[in-house]
Antibody, heavy 117, light 109 residues
Framework: QVQLVQSGAEVKKPGASVKVSCKAS????????ITWVRQAPGQGLEWMGW????????NYAQKLQDRVTMTTDTSTSTAYMELRSLRSDDTAVYYC??????????WGQGTLVTVSS | SYELTQPPSVSVSPGQAARITCSGD??????AYWYQQKSGQAPVLFIY???KRPSGIPERFSGSSSGTMATLTISGAQVEDEADYYC????????????FGGGTKLTVL
């Protein structure tokens, strides 16, 4: 079955970087995009950006584009999201999702990133 | 920046119809998508391209869109439908920024 499995929870200090992985299985990895979404505690969903595993094209949310990098490794069907210069308000659950236009399906299980001194 | 506006909460009794709206200036030209998120779980796609239902989604869920408003309707809400619902769409710029609505908490009691 189609599945996305994300890396485990992380605790980081302000100013550090975090890299979350998302391993895909059950489908042709290069045929669909990967969208990253985050959710701060008790808050709504926030679109972070998208990457095409086929050609590496990316599209980032304007508020994050100076700090975020999305990449893929087609040899392992894995997508990565790196966020730099972490702040306390980056504390959130980070999700990856297979995407075809606005259809995000399925989603990974989520990765909690806690930013705390 | 582009915004999608949803009511923060909707309450219905079991068996009643529930309607959740989503307004956005680009919706006349762009599809709306709807996601259900239950507490502590990842979101799930419930409606795509305004009104299409993925396999496995109950028939009581339907979507529609008219002008600048998209609507998710649950005909005969069940207790298990209690969840947060988010609309999702894109603006009409060349860079295709996507955005979620603020989410609507559906209470069925």
């Amino acid at each position: 079955q189609v599945q996305l499995v994300q890396s485990g929870a992380e605790v980081k200090k302000p100013g550090a970087s975090v890299k979350v992985s998302c391993k895909a299985s059950g489908y042709s990895f290069i045929r669909y995009g990967i969208t990253w979404v985050r959710q701060a505690p008790g808050q709504g969903l926030e679109w972070m950006g998208w990457i095409s595993p086929y050609n590496g094209n990316t599209n980032y949310a304007q508020k994050l584009q100076d700090r975020v990098t999305m990449t893929t490794d087609t040899s392992t069907s894995t997508a990565y999201m790196e966020l730099r210069s972490l702040r306390s308000d980056d504390t959130a659950v980070y999700y990856c999702a297979r995407s075809e236009s606005g259809s995000l399906d399925p989603w990974g299980q989520g990765t909690l990133v806690t930013v705390s001194s | 920046s582009y915004e999608l506006t949803q009511p923060p909460s909707v309450s219905v009794s079991p068996g009643q119809a529930a309607r959740i709206t989503c307004s956005g200036d680009a919706l006349p030209k762009k599809y709306a998508y709807w996601y259900q998120q239950k507490s502590g779980q990842a979101p799930v796609l419930f409606i795509y391209e305004d009104s299409k239902r993925p396999s496995g989604i109950p028939e009581r869920f339907s979507g529609s869109s008219s002008g600048t408003m998209a609507t998710l309707t649950i005909s005969g809400a069940q207790v298990e439908d209690e969840a947060d619902y988010y609309c999702y769409s894109t603006d009409s710029s060349a860079n295709s920024t996507w955005v979620f609505g603020g989410g609507t908490k559906l209470t069925v009691l």
